[in-house]
């Protein structure tokens, strides 16, 4: 995470920011370019790495790691530093804790925790074409062995990609791609697949319909302006066709254009393409003081002309961070990311909630995890558990430690795989707390559980509940008070198990995964 420090009137408060780079590869392109693991060196994670080195040069050369400027009206002094997201380090702690075959993630993952997670989806893949249900049926395989296994799980945000011009077998691909692999969201790639002189195709707009069923954000490639406002035509069809035929998908139906600022900066015909009901625009590709010069003008152009009056949103919600990697590397991505946050954003206009949406927020919103409910498939009511610590911290650790502590440690003997996780916010958007959503694979049962992890009361007691059917999880949380959230609860504990010590915090926990 990025985490500001800000002092402002005589006070200083801390604003955590959780960074998602929207635009990544996974695979090997029929180009050359390749990426088959992430983990390996010179991978993804290595990448993230060097992306954060860069940061820390450009800020001690700048000296901008601190500075000075206005936010809301009045003087502010904000610092930068680079935070790890706590469940993830703490899982990785305990892990390392274990001796087990994950215990140097805790050391490398030093190196990178400024990005916390990336979006990956197959290029155009040298094995595309080996299985037979659909153009990129093995591409996508690909992806989803890694972004749905542990540790790339709690890093890597898998998207499947497919050929609209396949038809039938585009559709079912994309169905297959969320409900059988676990994908959540698509890569659309005209040019590279040749149907550039169709992408306002009925079959293009079908393939985004099914995507929208799912809720998965859908994300174009472009190459030129052309591509881009015929992208914006079709997001505009669709979307009529969407609300004639089924408007309760309204809100499920999400593009990104990819790569639309470099080389557009003051077309206003290209930020109408953007700055539509729907519509997000990928910042890849753009960097350097041009990703400067893009911010002022885009800003000023969206407030002079109104444009928060198409959906509600500002200027910074339609946009996303993307680095585009391997297609281009750590030099690219941390000139375009010092351009989000550094003096200039922030004297210009921007502000820290303008850095929180384009760093990551965006991009997270607009996850099926976020806009559809989660609960588990199974039936069966499992049971929750009660964790209360007893004794001093010093000697045992917080109730959410002993939480992680057994996380870990049936992840080292293989009783459990982790598919996905998902952050849970204090009743906004810019409140980032502790507990999150995990996806679990039961090994034993070979099943999904969804699992949800609260800190009830800060270090004393905490919660680990299955997601049963009758109940919803709420990425803002839950009030304690409120009738509804309390009918929620008051589900999660009509079994449940109390555990003072980790051995009966693993005792309660079987149940659940055997």
Not at 376 to 395: A, D, H, V
């Amino acid at each position: 995470m990025l985490t500001a420090t800000i002092e402002q009137n005589g006070k200083t408060r801390m604003e955590h920011i959780f960074v998602i780079d929207c635009h990544s590869h996974l695979g090997q392109d029929v180009d050359g370019a390749a990426m088959m693991n992430p983990l390996a060196p010179g991978g993804t994670f290595d990448f993230w790495g060097n992306v954060q080195g860069k940061l820390q040069n450009e800020w001690n050369n700048s000296g901008e790691q601190t500075f000075t400027t206005t936010l809301n009206g009045s003087s502010a002094r904000i610092s930068w530093t680079f935070t790890p997201y706590p469940f993830t380090n703490k899982l990785y702690t305990a892990l390392e804790s274990l001796k087990s075959k994950h215990s140097d993630l805790k050391e490398k993952s030093k190196f990178y925790s400024f990005i916390d997670q990336s979006v990956c989806f197959p290029f155009q893949d040298v094995f595309r074409a080996k299985n037979s249900e659909a153009l990129y049926r093995a591409s996508n395989l690909n992806v989803s062995r890694f972004a749905t296994r542990f540790p790339f799980s709690m890093k890597l945000i898998g998207y499947a990609r497919c050929d609209p011009m396949e038809g039938q077998k585009a559709i079912n691909e994309v169905t297959y791609a969320r409900d059988a692999l676990g994908l959540r969201g698509l890569k659309l790639h005209p040019r590279s697949e040749g149907w550039i002189d169709k992408i306002k195709s009925e079959k293009a707009s079908n393939v985004m319909i099914e995507a929208t069923k799912h809720s998965m954000p859908i994300i174009f490639d472009t190459r030129g302006k052309g591509s881009i406002l015929a992208i914006g035509e079709l997001i505009k069809s669709t979307r009529s066709l969407i609300q004639n035929k089924y408007p309760n998908l309204l809100p499920h139906f999400k593009v990104i254009i990819a790569h639309f600022a470099q080389g557009n900066i003051g077309d206003i015909e290209v930020y109408n393409a953007i700055v539509q009901p729907n519509t997000y625009g990928d910042l890849s590709m753009l960097h350097g003081e041009g990703a400067g010069n893009f911010f002022r003008d885009f800003r000023k152009w969206f407030i002079s002309n109104h444009k928060e009056q198409v959906d509600g949103r500002k200027w910074s919600e339609y946009l996303l961070y993307g680095s585009d990697y391997p297609y281009f590397g750590d030099v690219h991505a941390s000139k375009l990311i010092i351009y989000i946050i550094n003096k200039l954003f922030f004297d210009s206009g921007g502000n820290i909630d303008d850095v929180r949406n384009i760093l990551g927020l965006n991009q997270l919103k607009i996850l099926p995890e976020y806009n559809m409910a989660q609960k588990n498939k199974n039936t069966q009511q499992l049971p929750s558990t009660l964790i209360s610590r007893q004794g001093s911290r010093e000697q045992i650790g917080s109730s959410y430690e002993m939480a992680i502590n057994s996380i870990a440690r049936l992840l080292v003997d293989n009783k459990i795989d982790i598919k996905n996780i998902c952050l849970q916010f204090a009743e906004s958007w810019d409140n980032i707390n502790d507990s999150v959503l995990l996806t679990i694979n039961s090994l034993a049962k070979k099943t999904d559980i969804n699992v949800l992890l609260i800190d009830l009361i800060k270090d004393r007691i905490s919660l680990m509940a299955p997601i049963n059917q009758e109940v919803i999880w709420k990425a803002l949380g839950f009030k304690y008070f409120n009738p509804e959230d309390r009918a929620f609860f008051a589900s999660l504990f009509k079994t449940c198990y109390m555990a003072t010590d980790q051995n009966k915090l693993m005792d309660c926990l079987i149940p659940v995964i055997n």
